[in-house]
């Protein structure tokens, strides 16, 4: 072996990972980050990467609360909180199938059950914009499901509010 021989690497033995762009991120490592932007993309690179619900369910929940805390800054983010409220939504029935699997040998106890922001978040969404009869479908689905919200009215409340809301509501424009 000769002396230049020694020194010769194939070039991708010595390249390393751009800390700017990470091979593989996960939810948990983009949860740390304060910049939204930063977050933002290390979220996005999370979601392509993710490998089952469970994790798209933590993805969609960062991204959940990044646009929910930036509604008021970016013209997108309060379209983008309520994709991603829906997308969790959506794939809460599998979500919480393989999280009663894995993490509570099947147990269903509601409360052992890991609350659902993307309900609750939703909702409020909804009632602020004024989509009472949204808001109270959401409610119902997460009353179906006997998901909490970790208030002490739950789910059950805010569906009883929210009707007496909507009745105020048709009773006032009635008139």
């Not at 091979?23 to 933002?40: L, S, Y």
């Not at 991204?63 to 794939?91: M, P, V």
């Not at 479908?137 to 569906?159: I, K, Q, Y």
Request: hydrophobic share 35%.
């Amino acid at each position: 072996m000769g002396m230049l021989s020694f020194f010769k690497t194939k070039s991708t033995d010595n390249e390393l990972p751009s800390p700017e762009v990470p091979e593989k991120t996960t939810w948990a490592e983009a949860m740390h980050i304060e910049d939204p932007f930063e977050k933002e993309k290390m979220l996005s690179l999370a979601e392509r990467n993710a490998e089952n619900v469970i994790e798209l369910h933590f993805i969609f929940n960062q991204f959940i609360h990044l646009y929910y805390r930036q509604r008021n800054k970016w013209t997108h983010a309060s379209r983008l909180c309520k994709e991603y409220c829906g997308r969790d939504i959506e794939i809460f029935p599998e979500f919480i199938e393989k999280f009663i699997t894995e993490n509570l040998d099947g147990d269903r106890d509601p409360e052992n059950l890991p609350l659902m922001p993307s309900f609750k978040r939703l909702i409020i969404i909804h009632e602020n914009n004024g989509e009472t009869q949204k808001a109270i479908n959401v409610c119902r689905l997460a009353v179906d499901h006997h998901l909490r919200d970790g208030s002490e009215e739950g789910f059950e409340g805010m569906l009883k509010r929210l009707k007496e809301q909507q009745h105020s509501d048709q009773s006032e424009n009635a008139t």
